[in-house]
């Protein structure tokens, strides 16, 4: 009895776990649904501050075409050379 009541519970455990791995795995992600990089948070605070970006490597994509390393480095430039830079997608650039 002990060895059913164990199999009953290991196959509902298997069962919900490769449900929800699988379903993870083969369900189609919009990325334009996740939210833009949050630029504020790497604005300098003086006019002589030197912005230092973390060394993360977390590709984004801005609409003029150049992939960044991360998105402290698109906010940068986007600070630094213009409004016309903007956050595209989050990924390598096509």
Known sequence: MAAFAFMTVFFLV?????HTVFSEM??????SKWPK????MYYPVDTLYES????VTSYVCAT???TYQN??????????FGPHIKFDKYGKCD
């Open 37 to 40: 990089p949050p630029c504020k």
């Open 14 to 18: 298997s069962s919900t776990l490769t």
């Open 52 to 55: 230092t970006c973390p060394d």
């Open 64 to 66: 003029n075409g150049h």
């Open 71 to 80: 998105e402290c480095f698109l906010c940068i430039d986007w600070w630094e």
């Open 26 to 31: 083969f369900k189609p992600h919009d990325m």
